[in-house]
């Protein structure tokens, strides 16, 4: 006889039974809780197929759009940029602190029932710093040629004089949405001088040049480019100027590989 006139057997059989039972309600704890995790988590998502007026949360805000046949199929498609609100939820008590905000970049291609079909969407390729002297603004269009055009520029309110913009131009091709042009340009509050820098990455022409915003150009040799001869040069991804030939291009980079700032 074993424990209070249980014999082993019964007992280490029962023991078992338990032990089973334990441990499938705790599987099933751990599923819920997954789960709930996960809705709460991501309670609105953008769809991946349907009508314009039913892809975007009522949750969700946008921030800019543009139509275009990108993949030349003869369908209008739709790129935006848009965020949840939950992401601006609080955003006073996370100033500071990296990833206050997460906009939403989109593609959608257009079908010929007149409804969209997701093609990609990134929500970790755009700035996600947010400081209360620093805003962020983003543009997305669409130009003659159906490319797709990003810009992204900040704005300090204290601590610098300089605004950094950044233009991105990219083509559709190979399934894929290619970097073709970049272009830059720092203005200084200050001194009221752009310098301006346009990377080609099919051509592999680079140029650079400076504009006075103000009325009145100060008179200094060192800081004038004339717009007829602007300069060339070689940028950080190693890409040559038109006056160098038989140089290997660099791999074109693609959407959704690199951060956009």
Not at 64 to 81: M, S
Not at 216 to 240: A, I, Q, S
């Amino acid at each position: 006889m074993g424990i209070f006139g249980v014999r082993k057997t019964q007992f280490n059989d029962l023991t078992i039974k338990f032990i089973k039972t334990s441990m499938k309600h705790l599987f099933l704890l751990l599923i819920l809780l997954s789960t709930t995790i996960t809705l709460v988590g991501k309670p609105h998502q953008l769809k991946s197929k349907g009508k314009e007026a039913n892809i975007i949360p009522k949750e969700w805000t946008m921030i800019c759009e543009t139509k275009g046949d990108f993949n030349n199929d003869g369908y209008k498609d739709w790129a935006f940029v848009a965020m949840s609100d939950d992401s601006t939820a609080n955003m006073e008590e996370c100033i500071g602190k990296m990833k206050c905000w997460s906009p939403t970049l989109a593609i959608y291609f257009g079908t010929k029932r007149g409804k969209f079909k997701q093609f990609a969407c990134w929500d970790t390729i755009m700035s996600s710093e947010e400081y209360a002297s620093i805003e962020h603004n983003i543009s997305i269009d669409t130009n003659e040629e159906n490319y797709l055009e990003l810009g992204c520029s900040t704005w300090h309110g204290t601590g610098t004089w300089k605004v950094p913009c950044v233009s991105y131009t990219f083509r559709f091709q190979d399934n894929k949405f290619q970097l073709i042009e970049r272009d830059v340009a720092e203005y200084d509050r200050a001194t009221l001088r752009a310098e301006r820098w346009h990377y080609n990455y099919i051509t592999g022409e680079n140029t650079y040049q400076i504009e006075y915003l103000g009325e009145d150009e100060p008179n200094n040799p060192d800081d004038e480019v004339d717009d007829e001869d602007e300069e060339t040069f070689d940028d950080e991804r190693g890409e040559t100027d038109n006056n160098k030939e038989n140089d290997e291009k660099p791999k074109l980079l693609i959407l959704g590989e690199f951060e956009l700032w």
